[in-house]
């Protein structure tokens, strides 16, 4: 049984999380070809960039993912990136969104 994460997104935003998660799950491609070739630089951009566009729309959880790639790339520990890499990968297999 898998367990949903369950974010509580402003109702007025719906129309917007589709496109959202596209660029959500382009980023962690993009990640994941920076995190092969070892470019922190690239990796703690996508961090930054993942970090303020969830917390712009209210995905709190992975805004925290964010930030955490975004800080662990910009002190170079490759190994604690890709654990953030994974959790940012799996957090968006699980995610449910339920508007208010």
Avoid: P, W
Wanted: proline share 0%.
């Amino acid at each position: 049984m898998v367990v949903r994460i369950v974010e509580k997104i402003e109702a007025d935003l719906e129309g917007l999380i589709l496109g959202f998660m596209e660029i959500t799950r382009r980023e962690i491609k993009e990640l994941s070809i920076a995190l092969e070739s070892g470019d922190m630089t690239t990796a703690a951009r996508l961090g930054h960039n993942i970090k303020g566009s969830a917390l712009n729309y209210g995905f709190l959880q992975l805004g925290g993912i964010g930030r955490r790639i975004e800080s662990c790339a910009a002190q170079n520990d490759l190994i604690q990136v890709r654990a953030e890499f994974n959790a940012l990968k799996d957090y968006v297999e699980r995610v449910e969104v339920e508007f208010v």
